[in-house]
């Protein structure tokens, strides 16, 4: 289950749809601790909810084999896996530095190389919007209408003090966002803050 915050033509998820956004969504996947994130949300005085995403505390991610084969080829491997946490995926450096290169594997994806690593935090904070966003009032620039969006969730962020922390690339106008959800066995966790 997932949803979209706000309202679509034709319920067509795509950003030339969208005739308004209801809220904003920052996923926050490198590892950055929750209680840093809960932190700023109380300081800054916002309504909000934040909850851990499905891979929440997962400790391997995988590489396609690809990406892998044309990363810092004369470094060792788990030299390599550091690297490739730290740089390509934005990892806090905690977390990059217990990484482990721990094979090959393939699933229906495809080949993909398996880095083993400490629990990584992700989750998302909603933060509802006072008004909506109506990117109409570009009157048809969809450029400009996407590009000022991404200027309000960057504000956000830095208001939060967490800009190095969120997915920047999470933050299109009609994003599908997974409903709270957890794996079978992982834990969940889920905060509602009622603002100023």
């Known amino acids: 289950p997932a949803w979209v915050f706000g309202e679509l033509a034709e319920n ?3 950003a030339s749809a969208v005739i308004m956004v209801s809220a904003l969504a920052l996923d926050f996947d490198t590892g950055v601790e ?3 994130i809960d932190a700023a949300v109380e300081r800054l005085g916002i309504y909000a909810l934040r909850y851990t ?13 690809l990406s892998w084969k044309e990363f810092e080829v004369e470094l060792e491997e788990h030299a ?3 690297a490739y946490l730290s740089q390509k995926g934005k990892y806090r450096s905690e977390i990059a530095k217990s990484a482990r290169y721990d094979g090959q594997v393939r699933n ?3 080949l993909f190389v398996a880095i083993a690593h400490v629990p990584v935090p992700r989750c998302r904070l909603v933060v509802p919007l006072k008004a909506p966003y109506e990117p109409d009032i570009y009157a048809g620039d969809l450029s400009k209408a996407k590009s000022a969006f991404s200027q309000i969730t960057a504000a956000l962020a830095s208001d939060l003090g967490l800009s190095e922390h969120y997915d920047q690339s999470a933050v299109d106008l009609a994003r599908l966002n997974y409903k709270p959800a957890a794996a079978p066995g ?11």
């Open 12 to 14: 067509a998820r795509q």
């Open 53 to 65: 995403t499905f891979s929440h505390n997962k400790t391997q991610t995988l590489v396609p084999l």
């Open 80 to 82: 390599r896996a550091q």
């Open 108 to 110: 229906k994806d495809g």
């Open 186 to 196: 992982a834990h969940f966790g889920a905060r509602l803050f009622s603002g100023g």
């Open 34 to 36: 929750i209680s840093m």
